[in-house]
């Protein structure tokens, strides 16, 4: 299949304008070979977060940066409640962001604002996907990057890891507390830490590997726990930027998240890049952090009581 030129950037026909820097850095005439060498030819860029260097200066037009969210609820959700997810959404991204853009500031990393402002999301809704298994979500991902010519590069999370927001999921990000962020300026004493109202609980997304491909035969399979992944984890709301500036460490993805205890079908993993657990299903919001690993969590059942 041939496939037409790609541009320097990103764009998506559901963006009502194609997304453009405030500074000089990303020009709509370059290609993407004319900028890479243009950017890196800067001392500035030398300094720049290893994040941003990732997302704009590889082939797999990874920039403007973002996810790509594939709606699977239409008839129990509202299209305000579904607003108020994605609103909520983005801003628990967002306050992620503004911790490491504190860490990068204190590393004196240069062009930090690039990264807050590359942020655009690519939103797929379609009734047809109403109830959508994470297969079929995967191979609606796959066919669309096929049809413009991308690939599920494991740097970029736009691409590898599209989000799922099924009806349960939105419903865990709309109980969720505001986001919170830290105080950049703590920093200056050591890893500033976050404040949040006594109670406070936090959701999380399903986050679905584009290039996982399932096999039920025992004598592929190394043990009998992967039998239970099927190529989807979560991750918490707090936790969704960690996640992002992780991708491009993850390696060997199918060896961590099939063998990170899946002895049941009613489990599922939690990531947060670098680390993994095993969780039960019915887990519904969490206390909040920055990890992993979190000291108290809820179902569904248990939150409608306590309201």
């Known amino acids: ?149 991308l690939y599920a590069s494991g740097a970029c999370p736009r691409f590898h890891y599209p989000l799922v927001l099924d009806d349960r999921c939105v419903r865990s990000i709309l109980a969720s507390a505001e986001p919170r962020v830290p105080d950049i300026a703590q920093w200056e004493l050591g890893s500033p830490f976050v404040i949040y109202e006594p109670g406070a609980m936090v959701g999380y997304v399903n986050v679905v590997d584009a290039t996982f491909i399932y096999s039920d035969s025992k004598d592929e399979a190394e043990s009998d726990n992967e039998n239970y992944y099927r190529g989807m984890v979560r991750v918490h709301l707090d936790c969704l930027f960690k996640f992002a500036d992780s991708c491009q460490y993850i390696e060997d993805r199918d060896v ?17 890049g670098p680390s993994a657990r095993s969780q039960p299903k019915d887990m519904f919001l969490f206390s909040p952090d920055q990890e992993v690993e979190r000291t108290t969590s809820i179902t569904e059942r248990e939150y409608i009581e306590r309201q």
């Open 1 to 149: 299949m041939t496939h037409p030129r790609q541009p320097s950037t990103f764009h998506h026909e559901s963006w009502s304008t194609p997304w453009r820097s405030s500074s000089s850095e990303f020009l709509p005439e370059e290609t993407l070979s004319q900028r890479t060498a243009r950017q890196e030819a800067k001392p500035e860029w030398k300094s720049a977060p290893e994040f941003l260097k990732c997302q704009c200066l590889r082939e797999f037009h990874g920039w403007p940066w973002g996810w790509t969210i594939y709606r699977t609820a239409y008839a129990t959700i509202s299209e305000e409640d579904w607003a108020r997810a994605i609103e909520t959404l983005d801003q628990a991204c967002l306050a992620g962001l503004a911790d490491k853009e504190g860490e990068w500031t204190w590393l004196g990393c240069t062009l930090i604002e690039l990264v807050r402002e590359g942020y655009r999301n690519v939103i797929f809704e379609d009734p047809a996907l109403e109830g959508a298994s994470e297969a079929v979500v995967r191979s609606r991902h796959r066919a669309w990057l096929e049809t413009r010519g």
């Open 256 to 272: 961590v998240w099939d063998d990170w205890g899946m002895e049941s079908p009613l489990d599922i993993i939690f990531t947060d």
